[in-house]
């Protein structure tokens, strides 16, 4: 559902084991470069490709143990570890409880936005890293010269880079978080007088160990796309498109008010349909009013704590509840200022002082990435499941200390309901909260879906086909429809721009050129499951189906091939091959172009009888990186027709032609620099583990 779509075994046998900067099945099914795409796609394509093609694991498990029970696993481990070690006691349960049941986390699951999850579960882990690597350099006895100190910051940037393999956006807003504390914590310090007595080489020490070290390590680890991303200055998201890039996308996108970002609330929750905002449910708003009460124990809490525990050790109870003072006030102060920022921001464009985010977006760096707010509900969320199980703690135990009766002979306190009956009110509350994935109502990648049976009759017929050859979806691909390197599937709503079916079909009955220049063969009318295509007011309508079927079958270029039941497939005449001359000269019989596929970054071309001038038109979309290169003369590159890219030859006569994309090469420096960064990281991690540093 939503981002998440089912592999057929003859796609995951196209995977490849190694990181390639071109995806013949990006931009609109015509190619494209995915360098900003490497991390999350190395890990993807690899780990699938491994437990698919060499340990037989059907796709079924394989997203399972790959993505879904990680996530799971990961989210209650780290939010559970994060307040395990900022606080102490079984409440941890609570902040993992939190941290993974919340609207904003389900729906991106369920959405099958598994990257963003990925990142999501690793959260707390960057963030308490970090936190303790802040913790432990604020204090100028801990600048020391041996390189023993060294290993909290190198952590930090492991765990961060992995962070950042799933997805680039939550690791920003995780070291938002970290710049927060960092700036609220270390603060003090280094204006104090013990400090400045220190000098200026105090303040550089602790640039260089919180920051420059754990950068140093992500970069490095990183390099195999960061380094190519760089040296090409290209910003991916700006390519995409003013979809991606626009002040009016930004708009369009905030469909959280502040209210649902408070309340923790996704505004498409539960339904998740795109676009579908619901009204305000007003019990999400005792969220807010939990965490924030947080703020009424920070103030003598020492005290407290200390009387508390003492309550709970006389009672038999576990004192293992007690919070750990060093930086209570701190931490506490820390959480509420992330909370307040994240539901901010997560509103986005809308009031109030929306000018602020469309500010941010259009001139801080990094910004650009988020045309959609509701990232910034992991903010929110790690918030939450910290302050929540605070409050939570401390009302239990004002409780517990306010309900106990002495005997005459000893003091003990009787077993009281009251307390308890607040933990399990506490507990009802928060599962009612979340009750459509309690009792089974929440749709994508929660409910269990067939594959349809027309869908496994056109992928058996494709895949069947050796040559290569695109397909044309009108109006869009269905998530179970077929694409593999070499049959790349083209959806007619982005390449001509439109959503609305009248234009697109007015666009194919002219386009016969285009599809034929753009290599397709079957043109393909998709049966839509899922409900998810022909929308009349959100909802499927059967009569845009039909129609769309009956418009089609009129176009007179198209044949149709039948044999795929609801699934309507028709055939372009004389599609053009990957690779072809621009004008092929009828009176040279043997005039031609062979072609072998190495890599998706890499072919080799056998061209013969050429002569001077001819070009070579290479049906992927423009990139003037793609180089054309023989033992004469090498060429880069040209635009033909606006759309795909060209070479043109110097000399008559039989070519050997290499055709490769230059950004390779510096995704295998990068590949080298990362491979070497991590077994260096790896190896001096064991050793200050052997030495018990």
């Known amino acids: 559902s939503g981002d998440w779509s089912y592999k057929f075994p003859e796609m995951i046998r196209g995977f490849t084991l190694y990181p390639y900067a071109w995806d013949a099945g990006f931009f609109n099914g015509l190619g494209g470069n995915v360098i900003f795409l490497l991390g999350l796609n190395a890990y993807f394509l690899l780990t699938t490709s491994v437990l698919f093609n060499f340990l037989n694991i059907s796709w079924v498990l394989v997203e399972r143990i790959l993505w879904f029970w990680p996530f799971l696993l990961i ?36 959405g099958g936005q598994m990257g963003i999850a990925m990142a999501y579960a690793i959260a707390p882990l960057v963030l308490y890293i970090f936190i303790k690597t802040i913790d432990f350099f604020k204090l100028p006895k801990n600048i020391q010269y041996p390189v023993s100190n060294i290993q909290y910051p190198i952590i930090a940037g492991l765990l961060l880079s992995l962070q950042i393999i799933f997805d680039l956006r939550i690791a920003y807003i995780t070291l938002t978080a970290v710049a927060v504390y960092a700036v609220f914590s270390i603060m003090n310090y280094v204006l104090s007088k013990e400090v400045l007595r220190k000098k200026i080489y105090y303040i550089l020490y602790f640039i260089f160990y919180i920051f420059i070290v754990p950068g140093t ?8 796309w960061v380094l190519p991303t760089l040296v090409s200055s290209r910003n991916p998201i700006e390519e995409l498109g003013l979809a991606y890039s626009s002040l009016d996308a930004v708009r369009f996108f905030s469909f959280a008010k502040l209210e649902n970002t408070f309340g923790l609330l996704h505004p498409n929750w539960p339904e998740n349909i795109f676009g579908k905002t619901g009204f305000l449910k007003p019990e999400f708003l005792i969220l807010p009013i939990l965490a924030f009460s947080s703020l009424l124990f920070v103030t003598n809490s020492k005290v407290k704590s200390q009387n508390s525990k003492l309550q709970l050790k006389t009672q038999n109870f576990d004192n293992n509840l007690t919070i750990k003072q060093s930086n209570n006030k701190t931490i506490i ?87 308890n009956l607040f933990l399990i009110l506490t507990s009802l509350f928060l599962i009612l909260l979340i009750r459509p994935a309690i009792f089974g109502q929440l749709t994508g990648t929660f409910k269990t879906t067939s594959v349809p049976s027309d869908y496994i009759k056109l992928e058996k017929f494709l895949s069947s086909q050796n040559n290569f050859s695109r397909t044309f979806w009108v109006p869009a691909i269905q998530r179970f429809g077929f694409y593999s390197n070499t049959h790349p599937a083209i959806p007619a709503q982005n390449l001509f721009k439109t959503v609305e079916n009248a234009e697109i ?14 290599g397709v063969r079957y043109v393909i009318v998709p049966f839509d499951s899922q409900g998810e295509i022909y929308l009349k007011d959100r909802k499927y309508n059967n009569e845009i189906y039909q129609k769309t079927i009956n418009e089609v079958k009129k176009i007179p270029y198209l044949k149709q091939v039948g044999g795929f039941g609801k699934i309507a497939v028709f055939e372009v005449s004389n599609p053009k091959d990957h690779f072809y001359f621009k004008d092929l000269r009828p009176k040279i019989e043997d005039q031609s172009i062979k072609y072998q596929y190495i890599s998706p970054v890499e072919y080799k071309l056998e061209v013969k009888n050429a002569k001077i001038g001819d070009r070579i038109i290479f049906s992927e979309s423009y990139d003037a990186s793609w180089i054309a290169q023989s033992l004469k003369f090498k060429v880069q590159s040209l635009k033909f027709n606006n759309r795909f890219n060209s070479f043109t030859l110097k000399d008559s006569g039989d070519y050997s032609l290499i055709v490769y994309y230059y950004p390779q090469i510096l995704v295998n420096i990068g590949m080298l620099i990362s491979g070497l960064t991590l077994v260096l990281i790896l190896g001096a991690l064991i050793y200050f583990k052997k030495r018990k540093i």
């Open 505 to 518: 079909i007015k666009k194919v009955e002219i386009s016969e050129t285009l599809l034929q220049e753009s």
């Open 333 to 419: 102060i820390f959480f509420t200022i992330l909370g307040l920022l994240g539901a901010f921001l997560a509103k986005g464009a809308n009031e109030p002082f929306g000018g602020v985010y469309l500010w941010l977006f259009d001139n801080f760096p990094g910004f650009i990435m988020f045309r959609d707010p509701t990232k910034w509900y992991t903010l929110v969320a790690l918030s939450y499941s910290i302050l929540i199980p605070f409050s939570v703690w401390n009302i239990y135990g004002l409780l517990s200390s306010k309900f106990k009766v002495q005997s005459s002979k000893v003091q003990f306190k009787i077993k009281n309901y009251i307390p």
């Open 75 to 110: 989210s209650i481990f780290s939010s559970y570890f994060l307040f395990k070690k900022l606080f102490s006691g079984k409440f941890a349960l609570l902040s993992s409880f939190i941290y993974l049941f919340n609207t904003y986390i389900l729906m991106i699951a369920g």
């Open 217 to 224: 390590v992500t970069f490095l680890l990183n390099a195999f």
